[in-house]
């Protein structure tokens, strides 16, 4: 049985008509990955986020129609699709920045997160990062992190605040993950755009995710920040979801099993990358002959 968390539970358009395809995006056959998950996320049948038929009006516009989405514990994602198709109101209902107009969005098997505020849902487990980093570049590497840890943020609390070793140990682990080691006490405002993107993703795991939403992570990066990229991903798909939105298609072929393409917001065709690229509509709407 679902139930709804209370509040102790803090933790450019194309043109091209198209009705929802209520076959694409409405199975779980290609969920159950059961990995475990930490304590108190239900995942009894192997997926982490389930959304069914959720819409979404802005002014008599539709951002999303009757769209259908499941994501298995451990999975790597992809979004794709053309502009204005749905791709950040999609991350948008999932975060709690932007509320339905209709359907349901569960994180595991009980947490309704239309009923949660955007506090709760980061709380839950959901951590999301945005196009353009956002770290605090007069801190140092090391700083960012240690703000970012899942602790108690009061005034007090913080003025009384001692790393303890378990925690130095976990921001060593990040730094080493995301390969700032040798960057640890450099300003984050020295750091180039793509360590940049890299501490943001550091300070996201910092808090201990279960699902990351990550929205086109690869946008203005070298070819070996990419490839790093993609390494980096496929390291923490399993004992994270990930969820990718993504134009650059070389990215999205290094490291998607799975690829959601949107259109008019709606699920326009899943599949691997091979498949979706085969798909006549998508070559119509989004990828061109």
């Given at each position: 049985m679902r139930i709804t968390p209370t509040a102790e539970f803090?933790?450019?358009?194309?043109?091209?008509?198209?009705e929802p395809n209520k076959d694409a995006g409405t199975s779980r056959d290609n969920i159950g990955f059961g990995q475990s998950v930490g304590p108190g996320l239900d995942t009894r049948h192997g997926t982490i986020l389930t959304l069914e038929d959720i819409s979404v009006s802005f002014d008599g516009f539709k951002a999303l129609n009757a769209?259908?989405?499941?994501?298995?514990?451990?999975e790597l994602r992809c979004i794709i699709g053309p502009n204005g198709a749905g791709k950040t109101t999609l991350m948008d209902v999932i975060t709690g920045k932007t509320r339905p107009s209709h359907g349901k969005a569960w994180f595991g098997e009980t947490l309704d997160l239309t009923q949660m505020s955007e506090v709760q849902i980061a709380q839950a487990g959901i951590g999301r990062k945005f196009q353009k980093p956002t770290v605090f570049e007069a801190l140092s590497v090391f700083e960012n992190l240690e703000l970012a840890q899942k602790t108690d943020k009061s005034v007090w609390a913080s003025l009384r605040a001692r790393l303890t070793g378990e925690q130095k140990d976990r921001i060593t682990e990040v730094l080493e993950t995301i390969r700032l080691t040798t960057s640890v006490n450099r300003p984050a405002g020295l750091?180039?755009?793509?360590?940049k993107q890299f501490l943001e993703i550091g300070m996201l795991l910092m808090q201990d995710p279960q699902l990351l939403l990550l929205d086109e992570p690869v946008a203005g990066m070298t070819d070996a920040e990419t490839e790093f990229t993609?390494?980096?991903?496929k390291s923490l798909a399993g004992k994270h979801s990930l969820m990718v939105v993504e134009h650059d298609m070389g990215f999205v072929g290094s490291i998607a099993d799975h690829v959601t393409v949107l259109h008019?917001?709606?699920v326009l065709a899943e599949?691997?990358?091979e498949q979706v690229q085969d798909n006549e509509r998508v070559i119509e709407v989004?990828?061109?002959?």
């Open positions: 803090m933790l450019e358009p194309v043109f091209f008509p198209v769209l259908n989405l499941y994501i298995g514990v451990g750091l180039s755009h793509g360590q993609a390494e980096l991903f008019q917001g709606s599949g691997s990358l989004y990828l061109g002959r």
